[in-house]
């Protein structure tokens, strides 16, 4: 939403080899946007997906699977019970994904 404050990132479907990195994220949007912390990784789970078939919430349909207790995670952090997760790492370097993407998007080199 434009205008609105923003806390952070949540990364939803994480994990798969191709995905863009956690690093990577947070330095794109430290190069365009301004430092922001990644809230939570939510991994990929096939169990959102038979939530969603029955019309339960993941959380309690299968409160023990990966990606309900990133959820779980990520409720405490919004609600301020829990640290964030992730430090940006000014010391690693911006991937090429993000490079592209930054040109792509802005026109920009990073």
């Known amino acids: ?9 949540v990364v939803n479907r994480a ?12 330095h794109f949007m430290d190069k365009t946007l301004g430092a922001m912390p990644i809230l ?3 991994p990929e789970d096939k169990k959102v997906q038979e ?3 029955e019309g339960v919430p993941l ?7 990966p990606a309900s207790i990133a959820m779980n995670e990520l409720a405490k952090v919004v609600a301020g019970e829990a640290d964030l997760p992730y430090t940006l790492g ?3 370097e911006i991937g090429e ?3 592209r993407l930054t040109r792509a ?6």
């Open 1 to 9: 939403m434009l205008g609105a404050w923003t806390r952070g990132i």
């Open 15 to 26: 994990g798969k080899a191709a995905d863009v990195s956690t690093t990577e994220i947070e």
């Open 40 to 42: 939570a990784e939510i």
């Open 51 to 53: 939530a969603e078939r």
């Open 59 to 65: 959380v309690v349909y299968e409160p023990e699977s």
């Open 90 to 92: 000014k010391e690693q």
């Open 97 to 99: 994904t993000v490079k």
């Open 105 to 110: 998007l802005t026109g920009r080199r990073i």
